[in-house]
């Protein structure tokens, strides 16, 4: 008997998919900030309906990376400095504390993924691959030290801000060698994690947050020139 499967690509799955191109444009700059989006544009560069449109739209707008503006419709926000500071102060506090508990709470299966994760942002910020590639595997890297942190309310205050940490990931990681350098800052915290060191994983998980601060700062101060 021959064995079947349903190919058919639901409405479910085009709507997510709609909803990762669009975000991946924006965290690549393909859409910078300021720019309105042109819903008919859109559309028609998408192969997708209004209506499927406006639903992925409104996912980002849960997200905070579009705002829809009354008579003009979606635009990509302008992040400002002092916001993106706020962020980042919430990062280092709320970053170290999860390194450190995640550092005595750890499964062993856990730490395997934690280093096969460290390894993928390797492979993408030393090959041709894209600015979301990096973010992407340096989120899926972080979300495995704040789901073994022990602290729901730190992973989901954490999570709640990830769209706007992937924005800031995206212009720090713009500049010439923070890749190599986030790598190393990373590889720090994996090996306090691995060794159960708390107060060695705090500070490095903290060292990246500051670190990664300056290198938005410097990405930010360059766009205004």
Same mark, same amino acid.
């Given at each position: 008997?021959?064995?079947?499967?349903?190919?058919?690509?639901?409405?479910?799955?085009?709507?997510?998919?709609?909803v990762e191109?669009?975000?991946?444009?924006?965290?690549?700059?393909?859409?910078? $900030?300021?720019?309105?989006?042109?819903?008919?544009?859109?559309?028609?560069?998408?192969?997708?309906?209004?209506?499927?449109?406006?639903?992925?739209? @409104?996912s980002?707008?849960?997200?905070?990376?579009i705002?829809?503006?009354?008579? @003009?419709?979606?635009?990509? $926000?302008?992040?400002?400095?002092?916001?993106?500071e706020?962020?980042?102060?919430?990062?280092?506090?709320?970053?170290?504390?999860?390194?450190?508990?995640?550092?005595?709470?750890?499964?062993?299966?856990?730490?395997?993924?934690?280093?096969?994760?460290?390894?993928?942002?390797?492979?993408?910020?030393?090959?041709?691959?894209?600015?979301?590639?990096?973010?992407?595997?340096?989120?899926?890297?972080?979300?495995?030290?704040?789901?073994?942190?022990?602290?729901?309310?730190i992973?989901e205050?954490?999570?709640?801000?990830?769209a706007?940490?992937n924005?800031?990931?995206?212009?720090?990681?713009?500049l010439?060698?923070?890749?190599?350098?986030?790598?190393a800052?990373?590889?720090?915290?994996c090996?306090?994690?691995?060794?159960r060191?708390?107060?060695q994983?705090?500070?490095a998980?903290?060292?990246?947050?500051?670190?990664?601060?300056?290198?938005?700062?410097?990405?930010?101060?360059?766009?205004r020139?």
């Amino acid at each position: 008997m021959t064995a079947t499967i349903d190919l058919r690509v639901s409405r479910k799955s085009v709507q997510q998919e709609t909803v990762e191109k669009l975000r991946g444009a924006i965290l690549s700059g393909v859409f910078t $900030p300021g720019i309105r989006l042109v819903e008919a544009d859109l559309c028609n560069s998408l192969g997708v309906s209004r209506p499927l449109l406006r639903e992925a739209l @409104r996912s980002l707008q849960a997200e905070r990376l579009i705002d829809i503006v009354p008579n @003009r419709g979606p635009q990509v $926000p302008r992040l400002s400095w002092r916001e993106a500071e706020e962020i980042y102060e919430v990062r280092e506090l709320l970053e170290g504390e999860a390194a450190a508990r995640c550092a005595t709470m750890i499964a062993k299966e856990d730490l395997g993924d934690l280093a096969a994760n460290l390894e993928a942002f390797r492979r993408a910020s030393r090959s041709s691959e894209t600015a979301s590639e990096q973010i992407s595997t340096t989120s899926s890297f972080f979300a495995i030290i704040l789901r073994n942190c022990g602290n729901k309310i730190i992973e989901e205050t954490l999570t709640g801000l990830q769209a706007r940490v992937n924005f800031l990931r995206a212009r720090s990681m713009s500049l010439p060698g923070r890749a190599k350098q986030s790598y190393a800052e990373m590889s720090a915290i994996c090996a306090a994690i691995t060794a159960r060191d708390a107060r060695q994983a705090r500070k490095a998980a903290q060292e990246h947050v500051i670190n990664a601060r300056n290198a938005a700062k410097q990405a930010f101060e360059a766009a205004r020139d």
